[in-house]
């Protein structure tokens, strides 16, 4: 199936045999073209709308790769993408005909306990992280799933199931090592190129390639209390009320969020949510474990569910790892907005779409923001909205490729409605599909931002080498 998300990069890559031969024996990782065996089964991405074709894709082993793979790109007039856990629903980690540069390979994690901090490279996942780090009961704030890669996820900001206790992913980094359009490999923190670690915490890939981040990591576990409480999809109309002025109630400790979706008619999960749809509370507890059962017990007693699956789980690992089959083997388009408020009306308006969704994999979600989140300065970073209490995102997923049309219209629908209620902005740039360079959807993710993104732009990359993104031009 030809993605309806086409990024038209530019820049194809055009080799002979003997071009080719010469940059196998260059790079120390793999150099795939079209006609290499493991081409089909390297190009592909998390989201199967997303059907690229790279003319070239270089298997990094390590900085000197990506040095060299830069150089290519910029020298060739090659289009670039950068491929880390390849999860970005616009596939930002492939492009038709030009290069990708894959960090698969590229995955260490080096946990400092004593100092509780955290050094992974570009392309890791945050599965193998939590591996890493929840051996010295630590975590680091990462993403809703564990298959995201962590460069990714914390160049666009990183919302997760900690981001109210501990703040954003990108709040918890302390420094990253950067390849620049340039070539060069430099320094980004608060000390060194502090424009640049400003623009990297939360405005994407447009800067240049994350080959290691250094984090903060914080005491979680290793058993965490957590709520899943699954709700008939019709009694959400009720259930999300009471949940919201919980979800508002509660301390910083917790983080939540209501989801609509339709459980598979598979016999590995309970009985009484085998096939049905589905309204279900989510909720985290990040505190100290003696206090966490009262507390999530509050988010147990909305309602009269069909089963709950409450109480503690061993690791913070499992409970991220919990909810990766959300996003797995799906034709995917997402959409989001910032609420101001999870108004009735809006509460009401979300129902009404989860029960006309088009297809069982779409997933509507409303996690709540604040905590630690709204307690960094705007300026701090260029995450684009802090302050909004919750956010919307509309998660188109099918498994059937003749259904992704009606889909990804149901989404364009369902957020464009959305964004009629009262005190909707924005959009989260990790749960937006790339299908538009329109300059009001690029202001939606990057807010008041923008224009001093654009100048940082326009020292590290002016000639744009980083465009297969939610692209910022040079100023």
Known sequence: MATSLAHDAGGEVHLDAEELSALSMQFRGAVLSPDDPSYDAVRGVQNLAIDRHPGLIIRCSGEADVIDGVNLARERGYALAVRSGGHHVGGHGSVDGGLVLDLRNMNGVWVDPANRTVRVQ????????????????????????????????????????????????CDNLVSATIVLASGELVTASEDQNPDLFWAIRGGGGNFGVAVDLTFHAHPVGPDVALATVFHPIEAGAEIVPAWRDLALSVGDEVTTRALYW???????????????DVMIVAALWAGDRSEGQEVIDEFTRLGDPLFDMSGFIPTYRA????????????????????LDELSDEAIAYVHDRALDRPDPAVLIHMPIMGGATARAAAEDTAFGDRNAPFMLSFDGGTRDPAAFGKVRDWVRESVEGARALQGARGAYLNFSADDSTDRRVIEQQYGGNLARLQAVKRMYDPGNLFRVNNNIEPA
């Open 262 to 276: 339709s459980m598979p008619p598979v016999d590995e999960l309970p009985p009484p949510v085998q096939g049905r």
């Open 122 to 169: 570009g392309g890791a996942t945050w599965g193998q992280v939590d591996r890493e780090t929840q051996v010295f009961g630590l975590a680091v704030p990462g993403g809703v799933v564990s298959t995201t890669g962590v460069g990714g996820l914390t160049l666009g900001g990183g919302i997760g199931w900690l981001h109210r206790r501990w703040g954003l992913a």
């Open 319 to 338: 409970f991220q790892a919990g909810f990766d089959a959300l996003t797995e083997n799906l034709y995917s388009y997402w959409k989001s907005l910032y």
